[in-house]
């Protein structure tokens, strides 16, 4: 309706917002033009309808020249067949701009979903790890459900009454300026009191907005977190807990919604009354100053001034609507503003041979101050294993993870073949190396799928076949019911621990790169799958470069170098042999685990 009175710090900030909202509609402008075209044929109806009406006032009150001078038969003609068939018309008139002005927003609005989902979606899969790190689950989720929805709101229903209700605002504004613009002027002057409470009330629509979504996003995470912690909260009763957090959060987004309803349910009546006290000040006026207009053009004046405050209110209560839209696209676009992984390396490599060197690193969480690795160095020749050993949360999975940068680091270098893993495109050096990471990720598809996730998608049959046998999963994969076309479940949950372990061992042994990196599962395995993994990693690790961090000792007697870590440095590197007869920090971890075996697997599983 009116623009906004005082241009307010938000307001601009809800423009800019809708304008980047706007630039999704570039792909659309042509379908875009057809509605507007349907919804001013459809507004264009609206001030007829009134002039149908005075035209059948004026005629029963007194026969115009052109009816008085005909013959009776044709007058009645004009006024018994004319004016239904007008209706008719007008009504049809009014269908087809209705139709196409509907369905092609509809087109536009859905394309814009569409676009922006996916954006948000893409978004994801190139942000940095450290932003999965500071915000939960839940939050990311909502977003591309809930959020995304409110937008559909704001793009739908709310361009559709802004641009329907808007032209019909207008066309019946000018059909009123037209009969009478005098009487039209005064109307004008209320036009700035309504645009004030609009204002007012979108500021508050939109930070109520903000509130709601923002529970929103607790509840979907209290939910998942449930959901997928399901055995751990049953096994540790945690269910009063786990339904009280629920309880909290549910009640918490009932109560912002229920605000929100409150600040609309009296902002529309208020508006209504603000309206209708105009249209009765209008009234007298009209009744005041008839002079010698007709009583065919009062009465179309006074219907068409009827006709305003319907769309005028629709596209009162739309604020809210696009309040709420706004605020979802703030947090959509707030996702998808995020700097993606830095990815500023040229350098692309067919196959490298694999020399790993880490040259004095050291690293620190962002957004932390402990140093989690200190002056870190060491190097692996091509076709060598290295292990790596120590306490739970010495910082060897942090110096896994920095290898194929999924955290950027400031001080010191990893060299693969001599260059700075920086100065390769992030895609290439990935591609160089295969990572079973610490937590088994298995997607819900076939054991098939899972081996050959991502890349390896098109592999040959033979080749995953192979690949599972190296891991010494064929066993039980062989023993599943449908083969390699078991469905898996989510994560995995059909498998158990070691199966699933092998299962991510065959996919690194797939994609068959020249570094290998496997960070050990701390779950507890039984001697036969120890043993088959065991297996699995000797055969693995011939022929490459192979970084293994290593839980039980066992697994890495025969490494060609063990670094023993603590406290993110290293204290210790020799081989088994060496290690043992130094009597040093190796010698003691060896010693729990053999000697004290009830002493084993504690750490906890920490990413
Ligand atoms: P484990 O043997 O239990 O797997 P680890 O040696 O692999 O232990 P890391 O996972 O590397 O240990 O963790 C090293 C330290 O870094 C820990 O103190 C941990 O609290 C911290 N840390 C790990 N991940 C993060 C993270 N994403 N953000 C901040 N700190 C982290
Ligand atoms: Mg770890």
């Known amino acids: 309706m009116t623009a906004a009175s005082k241009p307010a710090k938000a307001a601009t900030s809800s423009l800019r917002i809708y304008f980047r909202l706007l630039g999704y509609l570039r792909p659309f402008l042509g379908m875009f033009a057809i509605s507007l075209v349907g919804y001013m044929i459809f507004a264009s109806s609206q001030p007829m309808m009134a002039g149908i009406l005075k035209y059948l006032v004026d005629e029963l009150n007194e026969p115009s020249s052109v009816t008085r ?166 096994s540790f009763g945690g269910e009063n807990y786990e339904s009280t957090r629920f309880r909290v959060a549910s009640e918490d987004n009932t109560a912002k919604q229920l605000r929100m309803v409150r600040t609309s349910a009296t902002y529309t009546p208020a508006l209504q009354l603000v309206t209708f006290s105009a249209m009765a000040v209008l009234l007298v006026l009209v009744l005041a100053l008839r002079g010698d207009a007709s009583a065919g053009d009062l009465v179309a004046y006074l219907t068409a001034a009827g006709m305003l405050p319907k769309p005028i209110r629709q596209l009162s209560e739309v604020s809210s609507t696009i309040q709420k839209g706004l605020a979802g696209a703030e947090s959509i ?67 896994a993870n920095l290898i194929p940068r999924f955290y950027h680091h400031d001080s010191g270098q990893i060299l693969i073949d001599g260059i700075d893993v920086e100065d390769f495109t992030l895609r290439n050096l990935r591609q160089h190396l295969a990572l079973v990471t610490q937590q088994v990720v298995l997607f819900n598809d076939t054991v098939a799928s899972n081996i050959a996730y991502g890349d390896l998608s098109d592999s040959p049959r033979e080749a995953i076949e192979n690949a599972a046998e190296a891991a010494f999963a064929r066993e039980f994969i062989d023993r599943l019911p449908d083969g390699f076309e078991t469905m898996v479940g989510e994560n995995g949950v059909m498998l158990s621990g070691g199966q699933r372990q092998r299962l991510a061992i065959a996919r690194a042994l797939l994609k068959d790169a020249p570094i290998l990196i496997l960070d050990e599962a701390t779950s507890a395995l039984d001697t036969e799958s120890e043993r088959h993994i065991q297996n699995a990693l000797d055969r693995v690790i011939a022929a490459r470069t192979t970084l293994v961090i290593a839980h039980r000792l066992s697994t890495i007697e025969k490494a060609d170098l063990i670094l023993v870590m603590d406290q993110g440095r290293i204290v210790e590197r020799g081989s088994h042999a060496e290690l043992l007869a130094n009597d040093g920090h190796y010698a003691r971890l060896h010693a729990t685990q053999f000697g004290e075996p009830a002493a084993d697997n504690t750490p906890a599983a920490a990413g």
Do not use: C
């Not at 641009?163 to 009478?180: A, D, K, S």
């Not at 409470?197 to 500021?203: D, G």
């Open 69 to 234: 001078h005909a013959n009776a038969f044709t007058g009645d003609l004009d006024l018994t067949y004319g004016v239904p068939l007008l209706l008719v018309i007008v009504v049809t008139w009014q269908g087809v701009g209705s139709f196409l002005g509907n369905y092609y927003l509809a087109r536009v609005s859905l394309g814009l979903i569409h676009d922006l989902r996916r954006a948000l979606f893409d978004s994801l899969l190139h942000l940095p790890n450290g932003y999965f790190d500071q915000h939960n689950t839940g939050h990311l989720i909502s977003r591309i459900t809930y959020d995304v929805t409110m937008v559909t709101g704001a793009a739908t229903d709310a361009i559709k009454v802004v641009i329907r209700e808007g032209l019909t605002v207008i066309f019946l504004f000018g059909y009123l300026l037209w009969m009478n613009w005098r009487l039209t002027l005064v109307m004008v002057a209320i036009l700035p009191i309504i645009g004030v409470m609009v204002t007012r009330a979108s500021r508050k629509f939109r930070r109520q907005s903000l509130k709601i979504q923002a529970t929103m996003g607790d509840l979907t995470h209290v939910a998942s977190e449930t959901i997928q912690g399901y055995r751990v909260v049953r």
């Open 333 to 399: 676009f707030s996702q998808i503003d995020q700097e993606p992984e830095p990815d500023n390396g040229r350098i692309e490599k067919q196959r490298v041979s694999g020399r790993l060197e880490v040259k004095d690193l050291s690293f620190v969480y962002p957004g932390s101050t402990a140093r989690v690795l200190d002056r870190i160095s060491f190097a692996i020749e091509p076709g060598q294993m290295v292990a790596l050993v120590g306490r739970s949360g010495s910082g060897k999975s942090t110096l």
